[in-house]
Every structure is written in C-alpha cells, then in structure tokens.
Nanobody, 125 residues
Framework: QVQLVESGGGLVQAGGSLRLSCAASGLTFSSYAMGWFRQAPGKEREFVAAIRWSGGIIYYADSVKGRFIISRDNAKNTVYLQMNSLKPEDTAIYYC??????????????????WGQGTQVTVSS
C-alpha cells in the first residue's frame, strides 16, 4: 500500500519560511518523479513544483519561482519543499504526489498516481 505523508505545515508570518517534508512508502521511490501541489479555499488545486526521480530536472510554478526549492533524498524516500519569503497568498493545503515515469505532464495533477493527505500552511500578514 502506497503512502505519502506530509509534515511541516503550520502558521507563519509573511516573509517567514517553512520546510515541508513528504515521506513515501510502499513504492519504489527512486522510480517516481515527485510533485507538490496546493489548494487554497475556494480555488482549484494548482501545481507548485516537481522534481524528476534523479533530481536533475526541476519545475516550478511562476508564482513560487525564486522563493521555493524542491529537493529529494532517495535514500530516505522523502521529498522536501523549502518555502521562503512566504506571502499570504501562499496560504493553502499543500499536497505531495508521485508521478510515474511516462506520464505526459508535469503540471497536471491528473498525471500523478499517488497523493498524500495534505498539510496546512497559513501565512499571516
């Protein structure tokens, strides 16, 4: 049974930082690309960042580029999202997801096979 478990969310003031973690089990982690998505109240889920299995290819949404850093540790079956210079508009539930190697899109959540339960990030102004 595949499990993705996010942690690290919380309440932070604008300009602050948080580091999210996503621990994976039940899958060959190094075979999967990993992504982070978020969903704010009343809004659709949106792509945040993704990283290829080797870590050599990384994608970011324009809204987080230069502020967020995605990384992974295949030895620990964990993917991270370092979030810096947080803004109130970053407030959302953040989800990690696993994407198979032949999926056509990096940005579409429909191409990700497994999802975590999410962790809440709240940025106060």
């Amino acid at each position: 049974q595949v499990q993705l478990v996010e942690s690290g969310g919380g309440l932070v003031q604008a300009g602050g930082s948080l580091r999210l973690s996503c621990a994976a089990s039940g899958l060959t982690f190094s075979s999967y690309a990993m992504g982070w998505f978020r969903q704010a109240p009343g809004k659709e889920r949106e792509f945040v960042a993704a990283i290829r299995w080797s870590g050599g290819i990384i994608y970011y949404a324009d809204s987080v580029k230069g502020r967020f850093i995605i990384s992974r540790d295949n030895a620990k079956n964990t993917v991270y999202l370092q979030m810096n210079s947080l803004k109130p508009e970053d407030t959302a539930i953040y989800y990690c997801a696993a994407r198979g190697p032949f999926a056509p899109s990096w940005y579409d959540g429909k191409d990700y096979d497994f999802w975590g339960q999410g962790t809440q990030v709240t940025v106060s102004s």
